[in-house]
């Protein structure tokens, strides 16, 4: 949805195919299960199999790559939002253990509506952490500039596709729901959790 409205934007582009970008995404995530970080380790592939199978430019790539892990972490904040409250509800809790998802939850908030906010304004969110270091090697400098421009891309995005950007929170916030009666109902069918435990537990599938 995010890469094809990237191509809507291209006179006589085609639209890419669900197959191919599901494709596309296993393949990351399969690469990713395999590398330190399973949540983004895979991105890259995926942003040269869009170059590759479709003709896509890596800063259109790379910026929907970008978007949509954005979505993705930001639902996962929403859903971690709604585990908190669960947990606050068990008296066995610790407190330790709330006051740790409550400053969690806290940063990731902030730092998303960070990226969000200075990518809708034009300030840059990955190239003014470059900045700070302003290395002299041309190398350095022009992936700086590769950065901004992928920025660039984000915000026409953010401005011009809103529709598309809240389709793509319902289209998450869908996936994530089902993955967590999944959880729960499987847990219960069990007998193994409460109903409370059992909700906390799915929602933790998705963090």
Do not use: W
């Amino acid at each position: 949805m995010i890469v094809n409205a990237y191509q809507n934007e291209k006179k006589g582009a085609k639209k890419i195919g669900f197959l191919s970008l599901f494709k596309q995404t296993i393949a990351g995530y399969s690469l990713a299960y395999i590398t330190p970080s399973v949540r983004l380790g895979g991105e890259p592939l995926r942003a040269y199999m869009l170059k590759k199978e479709e003709g896509v430019g890596l800063k259109k790539g790379t910026s929907s790559i970008i978007i949509d892990k954005f979505v993705e972490f930001t639902g996962t904040a929403v859903f971690g939002l709604v585990g908190l409250i669960l947990i606050l509800t068990l008296p066995s809790s610790a407190f330790y253990l709330k006051s740790i998802l409550f400053v969690g939850l806290l940063v990731a908030f902030t730092v998303l509506a960070l990226i969000y906010y200075r990518t809708i304004t034009g300030r840059g969110s990955f190239s003014s952490l470059f900045d700070i270091f302003n290395f002299k090697s041309k190398r350095y400098k022009s992936f700086v500039k590769s950065v901004y421009e992928v920025e660039r891309e984000m915000e026409k995005f953010f401005k011009n596709h809103r529709k598309r950007f809240f389709l793509s929170f319902v289209f998450y916030f869908l996936y994530a729901v089902f993955l967590i009666m999944q959880i729960k109902f499987l847990f219960l069918s069990l007998g193994l959790l409460t109903f409370i435990i059992a909700t906390v537990t799915g929602l933790s599938g998705i963090l």
